[in-house]
């Protein structure tokens, strides 16, 4: 049976989760060990870095700068075992339907199943269907790459642009620009934000009669895309003054094949995926396609390549060597024992600076839930707030609360063996900052080390005294280290596959579910309501806004007001 782990079955009899013998168990190892100093650890035992990190191909996953010790280790993974995780894992990848909300099978591991052994839902085999439409999207991506497709008026296709959101958008923009070294098709743009700026200035300077959009949506409902399409649909009709051009110069991305045969696409050029493929999980599926422009089918495959290791190393590999699990086994200690909020993720790679704004999605959007499988409101906290910026910038930003503000901010920092931009020492200098921040948050620094430093600049007695607390850095703040041999396809889809089973694993160990989105609803349905009061206002007409609060009507009519004069 789905679901019913011996956590599940105390939770069930009346037992709260965090009164579990595996949660006491933590938290009472958490009361005797928070004293202890990483340093220490460090400085009592030179295995360390080995004991506490892994290596699988192309990436070195180093822990051993966090608050742990071997028995921390065995009471998270025992709280992982007692959550069902391993059970859990393999219902996903047997396609049950794990994401009960919406009765569907969570199976983006299928559309990287290079291994091709047949995958079923409800009975039948997804595999034939994934393999058809990797396929059309080769050759669609390669007639668009060569040339051979052409735009209405005869000429070859320069530019694409997708048109998506959230998980439409997100992921393919990541991964556009991570694997910019490996361009060699038409340029490839993004626009997501209903912001009209966001669409007016991706359509800058092309030729209508060059460009292609690739309209990406899961629904093919949402507004803020299909508000996009709709404008880029009369962009390109008045720009090449011909109705018939959609054919050509456009291509859908969906689930909804009415939706798209209704806004005019033609069928040869709708790429389908599945319902169970999640949006924030879907850059695996035809979602990918504006990447397969960009770099090339083989390449593409590679990422796929490379997220199926990694769904392998998930599914086999024991939870002590297990990297998604130990992410996420991490993640929960912080969460849960140590009182961390959020999470930092930090790519040491600028080719990388769009991750920490996906994996925003990927996690907040899976993991920010307070309702339990059960249907009961958890009391204990649940998906971290995921933040972060590519380093070095960050350093000169918001380091500074890191190092020594009030809160706890464990990180993740993420680098590059070898730089696709070999220049001078750029990338010595990016990965010695990269090392030395996260021994920085580790050692900190002793007022006898600052009042060591501050006496060897020569500073007065009394200056030394007054500057001391200030210079003083606590250290014991925890990290991660994911170090890659280099940036490509295979790398990049191993890193990705890592963090969507860290998520995973963490949704196990909370009891939410992972993959449904209902938190995005309410905002939405308001927003429609209030865009038809909103024209309405601006129209000039008599609007009764009784039924809302002040702030919000006192908002509608200050914006029509203002937007009238
Ligand atoms: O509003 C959130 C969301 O539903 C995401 O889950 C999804 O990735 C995004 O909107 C876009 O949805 P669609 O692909 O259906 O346009």
């Known amino acids: 049976m789905l679901f019913d782990s011996e956590l599940d079955r105390l939770v069930r009899a009346g037992t709260p989760l965090t ?8 938290a009472g190892h958490w009361r005797r060990i928070c004293g202890l100093e990483m340093r220490d650890m460090f400085a009592g035992d030179p295995a360390r870095f080995r004991r506490f990190s892994v290596a699988i191909d192309g990436l070195l996953f180093d822990y051993s700068k966090n608050r742990i010790t071997e028995e921390t280790l065995g009471l998270l993974l025992a709280l992982a075992e007692a959550s069902g995780l391993p059970e859990a894992a393999a219902a996903m990848a047997s396609g049950e339907a794990i994401n009960w909300t919406e009765r569907r099978a969570v199976l983006h591991m299928a559309l990287r199943n290079r291994s091709n052994r047949p995958v079923l839902v409800n009975g039948r085999d997804v595999m034939p269907e994934v393999n ?11 007639a668009i790459r ?20 959230g998980g439409s958008h997100l992921g393919p923009e990541m991964i556009t620009q991570a694997l910019r070294p490996f361009h060699d098709g038409p340029e490839v743009r993004f626009v997501s934000n209903v912001d009209a700026t966001d669409f007016v200035e991706a359509v800058r300077g092309l030729n209508p009669a060059e460009t292609l959009f690739i309209v990406a949506s899961k629904t093919f409902t949402t507004q803020e895309t299909m508000t996009n399409a709709a404008s880029a649909r009369r962009w390109l009709v008045d720009g090449v003054g011909d109705a018939s051009a959609v054919a050509r110069h456009f291509a859908a991305l969906s689930t909804n094949r009415e939706a798209v045969a209704t806004f005019g696409i033609d069928p040869e050029n709708m790429f389908e995926f599945w319902d169970w493929v999640g949006g924030r999980y879907s850059s695996w599926s035809a979602i990918g396609l504006p990447v397969v422009v960009a770099i090339g089918f083989p390449r593409f495959e590679e990422l796929l390549e490379g997220g199926h290791a990694m769904d392998r190393h998930f599914l086999e590999a024991p939870l002590e060597r297990n990297i998604p699990v130990l992410m996420a086994v991490l993640g929960v200690w912080y969460a849960n024992f140590v009182g961390a ?3 930092a993720v930090l790519p040491y790679d600028q080719y990388l600076a769009r991750l920490p704004a996906y994996l925003q999605q990927a996690d907040m959007e899976s993991n920010g839930k307070s309702v339990d499988r059960d ?14 910026e590519a380093g070095t910038n960050g350093q000169h930003a918001f380091f500074q609360l890191i190092h020594q503000g009030t809160r706890l901010v464990p ?29 920085a948050l580790m050692v900190g620094r002793t007022r006898g080390e600052a009042g060591a430093e501050l006496e060897r600049r020569g500073l ?19 990290s991660n280290t994911i170090l890659l ?5 295979r790398t990049l889809g191993t890193l990705i596959a890592a963090y969507e089973h860290k998520i995973f694993t963490q949704g196990v160990i909370w009891r939410v579910n992972s993959f449904d989105q209902w938190g995005v609803e309410l905002g939405k349905m308001l927003a429609a309501r209030t865009l038809d009061e909103e024209l309405r206002l601006l129209a000039g007409d008599e609007v009764d806004l009784a039924g809302h609060d002040s702030s919000t009507a006192g908002l509608l009519r200050a914006f029509a007001e203002k937007a009238r004069r």
């Open 146 to 165: 060569d040339g051979s497709h052409r735009g209405a008026t005869g000429l070859p296709i320069r530019t694409v642009v997708n048109i998506g959101i």
């Open 485 to 489: 041999d280099e940036l490509t396809p």
């Open 411 to 439: 990180c993740d920092f993420i680098g590059c063996a070898r730089s696709h931009n070999p220049l001078a020492d750029h990338h010595a200098k990016l990965i010695a900052n990269m090392i030395a921040q996260s021994e």
């Open 341 to 343: 909020a959020s999470h």
């Open 19 to 26: 009164e579990t013998p595996p949660w006491r168990a933590l």
């Open 132 to 142: 058809a439409v990797l396929e059309r999207m080769r050759r669609f991506a390669t």
């Open 460 to 478: 007065p007695a009394g200056q030394v005294a007054e500057l001391l607390p200030h210079l003083v850095f606590e250290g014991n703040r925890p």
């Open 375 to 388: 249907g009961r409101r958890v009391d204990y906290s649940t998906g971290p707030i995921l933040w972060g």
